[in-house]
C-alpha cells in the first residue's frame, strides 16, 4: 500500500474512534498525535534515542534551571 493509501486508513481509523460530534480541530489533533508518536517510533527504532540522564539535563535547561 503506498503512503496516501496509508494516510488515509489511518485517517478513516481516527475518525472511528471520535464522537460523532468531533470538531475538525479534535480531528486535526489527533491525526497530528498520530503522527507525532510514528516519527517517535521510527526514530527509536533507528536508535535515535537518548538515556534518562540526558532528557533530565536537556529538560533543566529548557527550564532555566540547571546547566548551560
Known amino acids: 500500500m503506498d503512503s496516501m493509501g496509508r ?3 489511518e485517517v478513516q481509523k481516527i ?3 471520535l464522537p460523532e460530534d ?3 480541530e479534535d480531528i486535526q ?8 508518536i510514528e516519527r517517535g517510533v521510527a526514530a ?5 534515542l537518548i538515556d534518562q540522564d540526558e532528557a533530565e539535563r536537556r ?3 529548557w527550564l532555566g534551571a540547571g546547566e548551560p
Open 7 to 9: 494516510a488515509k486508513k
Open 15 to 17: 475518525l472511528e474512534t
Open 22 to 24: 468531533a470538531s475538525f
Open 29 to 36: 489533533y489527533h491525526s497530528y498525535v498520530r503522527q507525532a
Open 44 to 48: 527509536a527504532d533507528g536508535g535515535d
Open 59 to 61: 529538560l533543566a535547561r
